[in-house]
């Protein structure tokens, strides 16, 4: 078990750039999570995918904002036009899926910057 | 719509004191509930989950915790401290509705172990 990896740990940009995040998930899990944790904050949920499919998104998630799992494997996070607003920590979790009592296992996150 | 409080923001206990963190539900049905914590740059790791039957929950690290449907709360409680529990510790409640989507976290409560 290897774990739910993210990449990269850290990214500074500037205000109106675009950025990508990656989730790698545990390689047996078929759901992947997005969440966003700002400072002094839980982590709040963005979207989910089962497989490739992309079957709930929050509010939270803008226009600017695109996530996909284009294979069923690994996701990306990608940010238009970044804010500063949008500097956080961008956390993937992942979990075998379907069952309400699957735990979800989390990556270490990326922390965001918007300068 | 679900959510949790966690009443406390900063906990400070000495090494070997026992320790309780609070955490309040809303949730229309039966939670699903969870654990969570978070040390600096370190991802969300779970301690322990309830989800039915028992409604004391053991979980890893000498941590356990108590679902009480009557005052909707599922409090954490560690009978001794270790210098290595210093850490942001999350309540969550998953939705019991086809499964746990998404999570939604409480503020979170950040512990202080002094010697």
């Known amino acids: 078990d290897t774990g739910v990896s993210q990449d990269p740990r850290h990214k500074i940009t500037k205000r109106g750039q675009n950025v990508t995040f990656r989730c790698d998930p545990i390689?047996?899990?078929?759901?992947l999570y997005w969440y966003r944790q700002t400072l002094g904050q839980g982590p709040e949920f963005l979207t989910y995918?089962?497989?490739?499919?992309?079957?709930?998104k929050s509010r939270l998630l803008s226009d600017r904002f695109s996530a996909e799992r284009p294979k069923g494997s690994f996701s990306t996070l990608e940010i238009q036009r970044t804010e500063q607003g949008d500097s956080a920590m961008y956390l993937c979790?992942?979990?075998?899926?379907?069952?309400?009592?699957?735990?979800?296992?989390f990556g270490p996150g990326t922390r965001l910057t918007v300068l | 719509a679900q959510s949790v409080t966690q009443p406390d923001i900063h906990i400070t206990v000495s090494e070997g004191a026992s320790l309780e963190l609070r955490c309040n539900y809303s949730?229309?049905?039966?939670?699903?509930l969870f654990w969570y914590v978070q040390s600096p740059g370190q991802g969300l790791q779970l301690l322990l989950k309830?989800?039915?039957?028992?409604?004391l929950v053991q979980g890893i690290k000498g941590f356990e915790a108590e679902f009480k449907r009557s005052q909707s709360s599922f409090n954490l409680r560690k009978p001794s401290v270790h210098w290595s529990d210093a850490a942001e510790y999350f309540c969550?409640?998953?939705?019991?509705?086809?499964?746990?989507?998404?999570?939604?976290f409480g503020t979170g409560t950040r512990l202080t172990i002094i010697p």
């Open positions: 949730y229309g049905a039966t939670p699903y």
């Open positions: 995918f089962q497989n490739e499919a992309q079957l709930e």
């Open positions: 969550a409640v998953g939705s019991s509705n086809f499964g746990n989507e998404k999570l939604t």
């Open positions: 309830y989800f039915s039957g028992d409604t």
């Open positions: 979790a992942s979990s075998l899926g379907g069952q309400g009592t699957d735990t979800q296992y």
């Open positions: 390689s047996e899990h078929n759901r």
